[in-house]
């Protein structure tokens, strides 16, 4: 059995990581993509959200099997408290714990960051995804009719919410993750 190391994301892991998620945007709507981005853009796009947010990966005998993140879940104030959550596990590796390992550590950094709910959208047909998600304690708060054409027909998309925080007056004030982990570091 293989000993699972969660850890943040580094330079060396893009390339690895964008193996991960080419076969989801190729061959399933889990993801709305139709074009598997260049790895120039996916690393773009992963260091845009590391910004502000944490971007993991699991390592099982030195090689990347899995991979999550939480980028900001709306742009207007309001809903700075709020994160949407992605979890991809290489398709070899479903069912052996990488996606929870993997969302303890998001949802804990999450947590100190301040966040208060996390959100996560999920193609109406993915039952796997859904049943995890339940699982975790997500809930089921609507579905977006027909919202996503790919594949050569339409998908609902599921809207599920984690409260992984109170709602306190005032809320407590977003750290963005760098700055959480120089604070950790201080400490």
Known sequence: MSKFIIREIENKDYER???IYAP??????????YDVPSLEEYIKRLDDIRQ???????????VVVGYAYAHK????AAFGWDAEVTVYTDRSMTRKGVGTLLYNELIGILKKQNMVKAYALITGDNMRSKAFHEKYGFVL?????KCGFKLG???D????TLDIADQSYPPQMFIPYPKLKTMRKIK
């Open 17 to 19: 990581v964008l193996e």
């Open 52 to 62: 502000e947010f944490p971007c993991l990966v699991c390592e099982a005998d030195g």
């Open 157 to 160: 998309l599921d809207y599920y």
């Open 141 to 145: 708060e609507g579905t977006l009719k």
């Open 24 to 33: 989801y945007v190729r061959l399933t709507a889990i993801t709305f993509e």
């Open 153 to 155: 027909r339409w998908h």
């Open 73 to 76: 879940a709306y742009e207007k």
